[in-house]
């Protein structure tokens, strides 16, 4: 089964400055998809950015970049200039054209102002 | 344009009791699904739907049903609920395909005493 593993429980950054979210995937497929949703303290899940594999180039919306490394099966989320809106926890996750989404536990980020 | 709704947010039930939590999208998408939320576990898939009158199990179906008669709703039962149960439940739904962007609703919390 594929296994999505975010390995920073919690994290924290300063307001204006960059931070950058780990994710690493399990998959013997070529093609697939990934993808960070954000939930805030509302709990609303939005989508953050996708990326889809087969595509090297990286996946950018405004602030929020993601670093794919596909051969090391890895997925982090970049973003800069942290904003106090950014606080959320931040799910990575993955699906094939097949398979449904599958989650990693979360990273809660906090922003330090 | 609502997106996707959740009725009820909140619901008390006692072991053994019985009920549904309805999803609704105004969307038209075609594809649907039921997450529970529990701390340090991410979002685990309980049951999803492809279209009208179909459904399929995810990764956490046992105590649960779910049917979809009409497109846009949604529903999940619990037939006689568990304190395992006890968790915080969201609804999503994509357009088309899994690896299309999941839209979700606001959630319900559920507390099985």
């Known amino acids: 089964a594929q296994t999505v593993t975010q390995s920073q429980p919690e994290m924290s950054v300063q307001e204006a400055e960059t931070v950058t979210l780990s994710c690493t995937y399990d998959?013997?497929?070529?093609?697939?998809?990934l993808f960070w949703y954000k939930q805030p303290p509302s709990r609303q899940m939005i989508l953050v950015i996708r990326?889809?594999?087969?595509?090297?180039q990286n996946a950018t919306e405004n602030r929020f970049s993601v670093n794919f490394q596909k051969a090391a099966k890895s997925f982090s989320l970049k973003i800069s200039d942290s904003q106090l809106g950014d606080a959320a926890m931040y799910f990575c996750?993955?699906?094939?054209?097949?398979?449904?989404?599958?989650f990693g536990k979360g990273t809660r980020l906090s922003v330090i102002a | 344009n609502a997106g996707v709704t959740q009725t009820p947010k909140f619901r008390v039930l006692k072991t053994g009791q019985s009920m549904t939590l309805l999803c609704a999208q105004d969307m038209n998408h075609e594809y649907m699904y039921w997450y529970r939320q529990d701390p340090g576990m991410g979002l685990r898939l309980i049951h999803y739907s492809v279209g009208e009158g179909t459904t399929a199990k995810g990764e956490v179906p046992d105590g649960y049903n779910v049917s979809r008669l009409k497109k846009q709703n949604f529903l999940l039962g619990l037939e006689s609920a568990a304190p395992s149960q006890t968790s915080v439940y969201f609804c999503a739904s994509s357009y088309r395909a899994v690896q299309e962007t999941q839209y979700f609703g606001p959630g319900t919390r559920l507390l099985v005493l």
């Open positions: 990326q889809e594999a087969y595509k090297q």
């Open positions: 998959t013997s497929e070529s093609d697939y998809y």
């Open positions: 996750a993955y699906c094939t054209g097949n398979t449904p989404l599958v």
